[in-house]
């Protein structure tokens, strides 16, 4: 029945591109087997109070029955109007679990209670949602590198007894970025864009202020300290050093020609990024169709793992 109502679902309604109101063409209710237990006792006892003709009998039935549809529309209830925002994820590497945040808008004054979020591969969430705008977290298995993409997301309640199920599906596009997994043992290349200064040397860049000097010939404009200068009787330039050594290191594709399998390569092209990273090293990255120039940082960090986790996905490039 599930599955047939899922195909049902997804003829009807196609994936969602922006923000979803759930509204009742999208909700579906059925009772749980509580629900069915309970719609089995209320038969026998109308057969009782038939077959003894008892009064008391016939308003207990019907007291129950009543609760019985109440609580199915309450249960409807829990789930309509709710306007379901896109999720976004943080990046995570393929084998671990990613952080998928999902916004979910309860319009009015009315908060809704035990609000289950599930899927495939996503650990369930239970959650009460008061008036107003609210985050769910949801944890997701990021089994493979590349663009993350929810199956289908359930929403679902059995608030307040019970008896009955409300549920929808929505289906998302891609939320995030998964990177390749950090594996491989092989050692940083050396060099692969030259010494920019012997060992021990402090290497003119753009990163840190190490101080004042004497303008010369060719400094830029930019670098001149105004304020500095007028109180003294020179022009003034500030001078920067980089704090990641002498070596700028080239992370590149075709140094890793003898690994065959791309998983495998951009794996180990992953493990030095991080490793690159965590010496301190300025670093580029040269894939099959781009090049990152090098520099050091969390954003240089996450551009290029996330070069290698889009790798191939936008046009097939040769190994």
Same mark, same amino acid.
């Given at each position: 029945?599930?599955?047939?109502?899922?195909?049902?679902?997804?003829?009807?309604? %196609?994936?969602?591109?922006?923000?979803?109101?759930?509204?009742?063409?999208?909700?579906?209710?059925?009772?749980?087997?509580?629900?069915?237990?309970?719609?089995?006792?209320?038969?026998?006892?109308?057969?009782?109070?038939?077959?003894?003709?008892?009064?008391?009998?016939?308003?207990?039935?019907?007291?129950?029955?009543?609760?019985?549809?109440?609580?199915? %529309?309450?249960?409807? #209830?829990?789930?309509?109007?709710?306007?379901?925002?896109?999720?976004?994820?943080?990046s995570a590497f393929a084998g671990t679990q990613a952080n998928v945040s999902l916004r979910i808008?309860?319009?009015?004054?009315?908060?809704?209670?035990?609000?289950?979020?599930?899927?495939?591969?996503?650990?369930?969430?239970?959650?009460?949602?008061?008036?107003?705008?609210?985050?769910?977290?949801?944890?997701?298995?990021?089994?493979?590198?590349?663009?993350?993409?929810?199956?289908?997301?359930?929403?679902?309640?059995?608030?307040?007894?019970?008896?009955?199920?409300?549920?929808?599906?929505?289906?998302?596009?891609?939320?995030?970025?998964?990177?390749? +997994?950090?594996?491989?043992?092989?050692?940083?290349?050396?060099?692969?864009?030259?010494?920019?200064?012997?060992?021990?040397?402090?290497? +003119?860049? #753009?990163?840190?202020?190490?101080?004042?000097?004497?303008?010369?010939?060719?400094?830029?404009?930019?670098?001149? +300290?105004?304020? &500095?200068?007028?109180?003294?009787?020179?022009?003034?330039? %500030?001078?920067?050093?980089?704090?990641?050594?002498?070596?700028?290191?080239?992370?590149?594709?075709?140094?890793?020609?003898?690994?065959?399998?791309?998983? &495998?390569?951009?794996?180990?092209?992953?493990?030095?990024?991080?490793? +690159?990273?965590?010496?301190?090293?300025?670093?580029?990255?040269?894939?099959?169709?781009?090049?990152?120039?090098?520099?050091?940082?969390?954003?240089?960090?996450? &551009? &290029?793992?996330?070069?290698?986790?889009?790798?191939?996905?936008?046009?097939?490039?040769?190994?």
């Open positions: 029945m599930s599955n047939w109502l899922r195909a049902h679902h997804r003829r009807r309604h %196609k994936p969602l591109s922006g923000p979803c109101r759930i509204d009742r063409r999208r909700l579906y209710v059925l009772p749980t087997r509580a629900g069915y237990a309970f719609a089995a006792l209320l038969m026998v006892l109308l057969g009782w109070s038939i077959n003894y003709n008892v009064n008391l009998g016939f308003v207990l039935t019907f007291v129950l029955g009543g609760v019985a549809v109440d609580a199915m %529309k309450r249960v409807h #209830d829990q789930l309509s109007g709710l306007t379901v925002h896109p999720p976004s994820a943080e808008d309860v319009p009015g004054s009315r908060a809704r209670y035990g609000i289950t979020v599930d899927g495939d591969g996503i650990t369930a969430r239970l959650a009460d949602l008061p008036a107003g705008s609210e985050s769910v977290d949801l944890l997701v298995k990021a089994p493979r590198r590349g663009r993350l993409r929810l199956d289908t997301l359930r929403l679902s309640t059995v608030y307040p007894l019970g008896l009955f199920c409300a549920w929808t599906w929505l289906e998302f596009p891609a939320c995030g970025v998964i990177w390749p +997994a950090p594996l491989g043992d092989r050692p940083l290349p050396s060099g692969g864009y030259g010494l920019r200064h012997e060992l021990g040397a402090e290497l +003119a860049g #753009d990163e840190e202020f190490a101080g004042l000097r004497e303008w010369r010939r060719g400094d830029a404009a930019t670098h001149v +300290a105004w304020r &500095a200068s007028a109180r003294s009787e020179t022009l003034l330039v %500030k001078e920067f050093v980089s704090p990641a050594g002498g070596e700028e290191v080239l992370l590149d594709w075709n140094a890793l020609a003898e690994l065959t399998d791309i998983e &495998a390569r951009l794996s180990q092209l992953s493990a030095w990024v991080l490793a +690159a990273e965590a010496a301190g090293l300025r670093y580029g990255l040269r894939l099959p169709g781009c090049e990152l120039a090098p520099d050091h940082g969390d954003m240089h960090r996450r &551009a &290029a793992l996330e070069h290698l986790a889009l790798y191939g996905e936008a046009a097939d490039v040769g190994s």
